[in-house]
Every structure is written in structure tokens, then in C-alpha cells.
């Protein structure tokens, strides 16, 4: 019988990948970009599934290019803003994502994020890197406490939840969330409180982002929101770029609205190098690795090719963004 025929957009951990390769037809995309569109569109005709990353649109003209036997695209990734999901559930299309398994390494990231840019470390790693080192500085470098502060949670899902157990567990804060709906888990396990948007923003001294990215979170965090905010305030933002408005995230820091900020997420991504939040020493920046770890990149692999093979099947997936009501 002949084997169902698969595009997958990168080459992913073998926990995942070999399987993909055993069962199917399937073409791995080589190279460490992205295909260019029309190269995808190309390679993608007459695929049973594919896998996608974040990188790739998967929208209405994506699954024309497919073809009407597209049965699944499986995002290696748990967020999937990168798919037109009403699009893909209007043409039977399943539609998986890698939940769970990114989100220690997830929320681990946001706090080195948060530590490092309250504490001035990869500016201080300059410093000497640059040979500038010379003595004991009793005024340099001071950073800010953490332990007894408090930290803002927008987005109280899994990964919020695990930032909030290191700050609340670790380092003694207060924690206040944003959520759409209230988390009895998060409220009864870290006295959590949940507020609306501005009480977060002007009592918190640590806000970190944990939301989806849709219409009406996208630029949720612009020159309003940090002007609320204090100016010791850290901002962490390892969910998606376009949460944030990064022209207004410039300003804040460069004029000292706020104190520092750390981001996995850029807006663009990559972000472009004469980015002017580039030039400032109080933002690190990482490029979107925080599920990078050994654990969470084999565990994103293997549910992301179990998703691709049952859609395949026509089983139901074993995280399955848009199953049947
Ligand atoms: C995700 O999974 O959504 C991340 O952004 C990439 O790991």
C-alpha cells in the first residue's frame, strides 16, 4: 500500500522525526530557514499531513495548495497563531499543537529572563568581556531584589501557572493574575489574586506574559500599558512578539518608564538589526528559545508526530486544537 505523503517543514528531533519517516512518504525540509512560500506551496501538494512550525502561514491559499486530501497539519509548537484554525476546521482539516511538554522549560526561561534583567547580567557580562573590569564597584551594577515582591501573571494557562509557582514557591512573591476566567488551582496553591489589567500593571514589579496571541491580546502591552506600569518594573515577554508594541516598549525603557526588560519574543522575528532596542543596555533579548531544552524539543516531536499520523488516520489526535463539538 502505498505510503501517505508528508511535507514536514524542518528537520525535528529524531523522537519524532524517525517515525515520520518509517510510516510515510515524507520530505524533510533541509535547511535552516524556512522554505520560501512559493516552495512551500510547491511541496505541499498533495500531502495526506504536514508538519508546520510557527514560521509557516497556514492559511485558506496554504490548504488550496494542499489539496482537498489534506487531512492534518501539525504545528510543533503549542501556540498556533500561524494557522487559520476556522479555516482548517470549515475544510476537515485536524489541526495539533505540543502542549505540556515545554512548560517548565517554558516558564524556566521567563525567570532567567526576569533574574537576568533585574540583576543586570548580561550588560555586567560585557563589562568584563570588554576588559572594563577593574575593581570593586560599591555603586555598580545594582540591580533589584526579587524575594517578597510582587509578579504579575497575564495568562494563568500552564506556563503561567509554573512562573508563578517558581516566584511564589522560590522567592516568596505576591501574585497577581490576569485571566479571562479564575484559576481555583492558581488562587489555592499561591494565593494568587485575580485583577483587572491596570491593577496588575501598577501594583506588579514583575509583569510576565503567558497568553495566547489573538485579536484582542495582540498590542496589549503598548505606551499606555507601560506608562502604568512602574518604573522599577521588569516586563517579560516569552509568548508572542506582537503582544507587546515594541516602538512603545523602546520608549519606555530608553526614558526610564520602566526599569529593564527580558524577551524571548520579538516583533518582527528574527529581529531586525537595527532594531533600535538594540542599542539599549536594559532588554535581553534571546531568539525565541525557550521550549529549547532536550526534554521539551523530544517531547514537542513526538506528540507533534503522533498528531500527524492519527490525523492521518483519521483518529482523534492526542492534542487536537479543533476536534469535533
Ligand atoms: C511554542 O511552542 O508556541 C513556542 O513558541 C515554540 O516552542
Redesign the pocket.
Known sequence: MARPKVFVTRQIAAAGLDRICAECDAEVWPEQLPPARDVLLRKIAGCEGVLTL?TEKVDAEFMEAAGAQLKVVSN????FNNIDVPEATRRGVRVG??PGV?TEA?ADMAFALLISAARHVVPSDKYVRDGRWKTWEPMGFIGLDLRGKTVGIVGMGRIGMAMAKKCHGGWDMRVLYVDHSANAAAEEAFAAQRVDFETLLREADFVSVHTDLNDTTRSMFNAQAFRTMKNTAVFINS??GPLHVQADLYNALKTGEIFAAGLD?TDPEPLLMDDPLLTLPNVVIAP?I??ATVQ?RNG?AEIAADNLLSGIAGQPLRAWVNPPK
Do not use: I
Not at 510543533?76 to 501556540?79: D, K, T
Open positions: 510557527l510543533y509548537a503549542v501556540g499543537n505540543t515545554l517554558t509568548a508572542r519574543v525565541h525557550a521550549s521539551s514537542m
